[in-house]
């Protein structure tokens, strides 16, 4: 599995930015694909997701700013990011994860992109 991630840079308070991630492969066969973002000090969290059965999770922070789609074309999961805020800042990740089972064991198999950077001034 690879995930290709790509569109960061800089961007004043209250632009926009659209972030993508190239999958091998269809974007369905995950049963979570989405972003993460880390900035610097912090975690890494959860900014948008789609899960199984076409779900889709956002952040607190995020709703209604970000938006997640799939082109389905392209095999890409793309973040689409307005009004963006200084504390918007940080690594941003693709990341996806595939359940496999053998016999009754499940196991969670997590794959990630490498970052792309995004920076928003103030």
């Known amino acids: 599995v690879q995930l290709q991630a790509s569109g960061g840079g800089l961007v004043q308070a209250g632009g926009s930015l659209r972030l993508s991630c190239a999958t091998s492969g269809s974007t369905f066969r995950f049963d979570v694909i989405g972003w993460y973002r880390q900035a610097p000090g912090k975690q890494r969290d959860l900014v948008a997701a789609f899960r199984d059965a076409g779900n889709t999770d956002y952040a607190d922070s995020v709703k209604g700013r970000f938006t997640i789609s799939r082109d389905n074309a392209q095999n890409t999961v793309n973040l689409q990011m307005n009004s963006l805020r200084p504390e918007d800042t940080a690594v941003y990740y693709c990341?996806?994860?595939?359940?496999?089972?053998?016999?009754?064991?499940?196991?969670?198999?997590?794959?990630w992109g490498q970052g792309t950077q995004v920076t928003v001034s103030s």
């Open positions: 990341y996806a994860m595939i359940m496999t089972h053998k016999g009754w064991t499940r196991y969670k198999n997590d794959y």
